[in-house]
T-cell receptor, first 115, second 110 residues
Framework: GAVVSQHPSWVICKSGTSVKIECRSLDFQATTMFWYRQFPKQSLMLMATSNEGSKATYEQGVEKDKFLINHASLTLSTLTVTSAHPEDSSFYIC???????????FGQGTRLTVV | QKEVEQNSGPLSVPEGAIASLNCTYSDRVSQSFFWYRQYSGKSPELIMSIYSNGDKEDGRFTAQLNKASQYVSLLIRDSQPSDSATYLCAAYSGYSTLTFGKGTMLLVSP
């Protein structure tokens, strides 16, 4: 399958700081990338859909000013968690379909811990 | 809100048996359906995709789609302990948003 690389795989940050997570499609061009959050023993929750060259579409209840998404190129999307707080500690995962409405491949995920 | 529904399980089967996982979806315009496997602490990995009514087989896995009933299933033959994981059903909505069910935990006992 296609390869999506996510970095970092884990990060610990202090409360009030910002953290940037990168998601790269290594062998295909991703016009769309999905960002998910998963709390322990819970399901994947879609946070937002990013589209290259345009503003991201956020799901209801997700603060766009807190979770900044940038999709500046066809191979890179970033999620920045601004002013992180302990309740933002979670597993963040990106995925990208190889074409519209087709198989989506996941990055390795980023485990964020805010202390 | 377009939804994908799955039983949370756990579904327990003995090694060598057939595991049957089920999923229903609410968005009638959905055309693309997927099964992912997720091990604890890891990100999901794609197992099967299915786009047309009927069965699709890949090794020990068979996906079944019935668009009239809005139903997708995954059969795992000759289940192995290494198949123990959470299985996620996913479908695209009419807005090209990939929505996941809550997942079914499968436990295969030796």
């Amino acid at each position: 399958g296609a390869v999506v690389s996510q970095h970092p795989s884990w990060v610990i940050c202090k409360s009030g700081t910002s953290v940037k997570i990168e998601c790269r499609s290594l062998d295909f061009q991703a016009t769309t990338m999905f960002w998910y959050r998963q709390f322990p023993k819970q399901s994947l929750m879609l946070m937002a859909t990013s589209n290259e060259g345009s503003k991201a579409t956020y799901e209801q209840g997700v603060e766009k000013d807190k979770f900044l998404i940038n999709h500046a190129s066809l191979t890179l999307s970033t999620l920045t968690v601004t002013s992180a707080h302990p309740e933002d500690s979670s597993f963040y995962i990106c995925s990208a379909p190889i074409a519209r409405d087709t198989e989506a491949f996941f990055g390795q995920g980023t485990r964020l811990t805010v202390v | 809100q377009k939804e994908v529904e799955q039983n949370s399980g756990p579904l327990s089967v003995p090694e060598g048996a057939i595991a049957s996982l089920n999923c229903t979806y609410s968005d009638r315009v959905s055309q693309s359906f997927f099964w992912y496997r997720q091990y604890s602490g890891k990100s999901p990995e794609l197992i099967m995709s299915i786009y047309s009514n009927g069965d699709k087989e890949d090794g020990r896995f068979t996906a079944q789609l019935n668009k009239a009933s809005q139903y997708v299933s995954l059969l795992i033959r000759d289940s192995q302990p290494s198949d123990s994981a959470t299985y996620l059903c996913a479908a695209y909505s009419g807005y090209s948003t990939l929505t996941f069910g809550k997942g079914t935990m499968l436990l295969v006992s030796p």
